[in-house]
Every structure is written in structure tokens, then in C-alpha cells.
């Protein structure tokens, strides 16, 4: 199984920019589909964004299209999130997590559909 640690989080005014990294140890490539959830205060955990690993094809929840751009390095050891015109609705803590090997998620935004996940880092945008 596969170890996820998240870096990049902080504070940014609303505007500005924030690129989350997730390094992948013990991954394995059977593990297609790696993704980028959130959690707010009171709120449930959200996907944000997801990637085949294979190809490269990405997947965004319409709140974060245009914005946000989920991208994998070619070693596959390391996930990104690049974050630009934040809001402060974005404020959250913000996990990357990984589904079961040969899995394809039937709802990519979807937390029970990945069974590993990092820690969190803290992303907080004022406004």
C-alpha cells in the first residue's frame, strides 16, 4: 500500500495562487487513479479533482474548472494540484488519495471510492 504525504499548503489573499504537492512512495502502476479531495469546517470531505495516471486525463469538480489543475510528474512519485484565482470558499484542508489497484472509481469525487490517504495540508484563502 502507498504512503501519501501532502506539502505546498498556506495563506493566500482571494486572487492568488497555491501549488499543493502529494508524494507517492510504494506506488505501484496498477494504481490508476489518484485524486485531490477538501475538507472545510462542518463540511463533508469533497473531491476536487482526479487523474488516470496512465494517460494522463484529468477530471474536475465544476467548481474548481478553469482554476485548478491537477498534474503527475513522469516518475509518478509525485502529484500536484496548481491553484490559481483562489476564493475564499477554497479554505480547507486538502488531501491527496489514491484508489485500489486496477480500480476504476465509478464517481471520481467520490471519498469511498479510494481506500489511501495522506494527512492533509492546511489551505486557507482570505478574502
Known amino acids: 500500500q502507498e504512503t501519501l504525504v501532502e506539502s505546498g499548503g498556506g495563506s493566500v489573499q482571494a486572487g492568488g495562487s497555491l501549488k499543493l504537492s502529494c508524494s507517492v512512495s510504494g506506488y505501484t502502476y496498477s494504481n490508476y487513479y489518484l485524486a485531490w479531495f477538501r475538507q472545510a469546517p462542518g463540511n463533508e470531505r469533497e473531491g476536487v479533482a482526479a487523474i488516470d495516471t496512465r494517460g494522463g486525463t484529468a477530471y474536475y469538480t465544476d467548481s474548481v474548472k478553469g482554476r485548478f489543475t491537477i498534474s503527475q510528474d513522469n516518475a509518478k512519485t509525485t502529484l500536484y494540484l496548481q491553484m490559481n484565482d483562489l476564493k475564499p470558499e477554497d479554505t480547507a484542508i486538502y488531501y491527496c488519495?489514491?484508489?485500489?489497484?486496477?480500480?476504476?472509481?465509478?464517481?471520481?469525487?467520490?471519498?469511498?471510492?479510494?481506500?489511501?490517504w495522506g494527512q492533509g495540508t492546511q489551505v486557507t484563502v482570505a478574502s
Open positions: 488519495a489514491s484508489a485500489r489497484p486496477y480500480y476504476r472509481p465509478k464517481n471520481f469525487f467520490e471519498k469511498y471510492e479510494y481506500n489511501s
